[in-house]
Nanobody
Framework: QVQLVESGGGLVQAGGSLRLSCAASGRTFRLYHMGWFRQAPGKEREFVTC????????LYADSVKGRFTISRDNAKGTVYLQMNSLQPEDTAVYYC??????????????????WGQGTQVTVSS
């Protein structure tokens, strides 16, 4: 029902900022809660943040709260992740994910129905 394509990843120095974008196909984007997850080499995919279909509610992992901000533009079919004060521990492939809004916001990988291919974020010290 939806395809997701992430962009905006790259190499930044510690303390720097980066904004990721996730473009969604189709005309049903507004019906989905959206999430960002990340996966470092040799580690499990972990929750970063998520946002309701209306943009009215968000959740953040403790590790990124206060540094990262999720937002969405339903008219553009895009969700964003503004990443500030980046640290080397933020280095990972970042994935955009979508789930029908009938469910509540979730931090669980298994709750999400659709995933993008991911975009690499590397933070050097």
């Amino acid at each position: 029902q939806v395809q997701l394509v992430e962009s905006g990843g790259g190499l930044v120095q510690a303390g720097g900022s980066l904004r990721l974008s996730c473009a969604a196909s189709g005309r049903t984007f507004r019906l989905y809660h959206m999430g960002w997850f990340r996966q470092a080499p040799g580690k499990e995919r972990e929750f970063v943040t998520c946002i309701t279909w209306s943009g009215g509610s968000t959740l953040y992992a403790d590790s990124v709260k206060g540094r990262f901000t999720i937002s969405r533009d339903n008219a553009k079919g895009t969700v964003y992740l503004q990443m500030n004060s980046l640290q080397p521990e933020d280095t990972a492939v970042y994935y955009c994910a979508a789930v029908r809004y009938g469910l509540g916001l979730s931090r669980s990988v298994s709750s999400y129905d659709y995933w993008g291919q991911g975009t690499q974020v590397t933070v050097s010290s």
